[in-house]
Nanobody
Framework: QVQLVESGGGLVQPGGSLRLSCAASDDTFSSYYMGWFRQAPGKEREFIAA????????YYADFAEGRFTVSRDNAKNTAYLQMNTLKPEDTAVYSCAAGNRPTLAFVKADRGYDYWGQGTQVTVSS
């Protein structure tokens, strides 16, 4: 099974940017659609963005549209989440996930994914 490792989290000031990376362990990466989720303390995990197996179709939560950009590089077995204009309410643990269902029907739901990374902390604070 594929293993996923996130990186790029940290402390950033409001209005700043971060780029998260999600590295997959093997070349099966291109066979998965990829999603990003986050979970803040005391809250449920929520969908942020997803990208299809080929980087043509992308999907975003309303709060992420226009501020966050999901991308992938299948040659590097890596997915990315570029986050701009960060706000304190973006503080959370951010996780990437890989799904191999035949359709994208559940791409915005965590039940649509089969493998998860361990998460990386993003803290937005002055």
């Amino acid at each position: 099974q594929v293993q996923l490792v996130e990186s790029g989290g940290g402390l950033v000031q409001p209005g700043g940017s971060l780029r998260l990376s999600c590295a997959a362990s093997d070349d099966t990466f291109s066979s998965y659609y990829m999603g990003w989720f986050r979970q803040a303390p005391g809250k449920e995990r929520e969908f942020i963005a997803a990208i299809a197996r080929t980087p043509v179709n992308t999907y975003y939560a309303d709060f992420a549209e226009g501020r966050f950009t999901v991308s992938r590089d299948n040659a590097k077995n890596t997915a990315y989440l570029q986050m701009n204009t960060l706000k304190p309410e973006d503080t959370a643990v951010y996780s990437c996930a890989a799904g191999n269902r035949p359709t994208l029907a559940f791409v915005k739901a965590d039940r649509g994914y089969d493998y998860w990374g361990q998460g990386t902390q993003v803290t937005v604070s002055s």
